[in-house]
């Protein structure tokens, strides 16, 4: 099984699911603080691949809720300069096994990747929306699921 460093916002109800699912699976996870790692331009960017822009941020975001910020409106540096200065942007997770990165949290992806099982609570739920019919409790000020 693989070793997966998995960068989430601590309390996030999504994150707890999704370590759960990896670790049914047989996944041994290092469990990095999303907010309070000292990400570089260079290295947050590796997470998102080929994806489009839109697809890097959390949607959950109060400041993408509140349209203050539409990644579809950005560009790459943008983008990544938004999320340097305000974390809660960045999509979560982050994992990273060996040397490939990824962002978000898609069974199937992760399935193929590197395996996760036949667990039920895969079929049973989005493990990227938030189940709650409000976002998490504040964590230093940050108020995003």
């Given amino acids: 099984m693989a070793l997966v460093h998995f960068y989430e916002k601590p309390g996030c109800a999504n994150n707890a699911r999704q370590k759960q699912m990896l670790r049914k699976a047989g996944h041994e996870l290092i469990v990095h603080?999303?907010?309070?790692?000292?990400?570089?331009?260079?290295?947050?960017?590796?997470?998102?691949?080929?994806?489009?822009?839109?697809?890097?941020?959390n949607?959950?975001?109060?400041?993408i809720k509140s349209g203050e910020v539409?990644?579809?409106?950005m560009d790459a540096e943008?983008?990544?300069a938004l999320m340097l200065s305000d974390p809660l942007l960045i999509r979560r997770p982050l994992m990273r096994v060996g040397?490939?990165?990824?962002?978000?949290?898609?069974?199937?992806?992760?399935?193929?990747?590197?395996?996760?099982?036949?667990?039920?609570?895969?079929?049973?739920?989005d493990p990227e929306s938030c189940r709650r019919p409000h976002p998490c409790p504040p964590l230093e000020d940050?108020?995003?699921e």
Avoid at 34 to 51: K, M, S
Avoid at 59 to 63: C, L, N, S, Y
Avoid at 115 to 123: D, H, I, V
Wanted: hydrophobic fraction near 40%.
């Fill in 70 to 73: 539409v990644p579809e409106s």
């Fill in 33 to 57: 603080d999303l907010l309070a790692t000292p990400w570089r331009a260079g290295e947050l960017r590796q997470f998102f691949g080929d994806r489009p822009v839109a697809e890097w941020f």
């Fill in 99 to 125: 040397e490939r990165r990824e962002a978000g949290f898609d069974p199937e992806s992760v399935r193929v990747w590197i395996g996760l099982g036949s667990n039920r609570q895969t079929a049973d739920a």
């Fill in 78 to 80: 943008e983008a990544i």
């Fill in 142 to 144: 940050s108020a995003d």
């Fill in 59 to 63: 949607r959950a975001a109060p400041r």
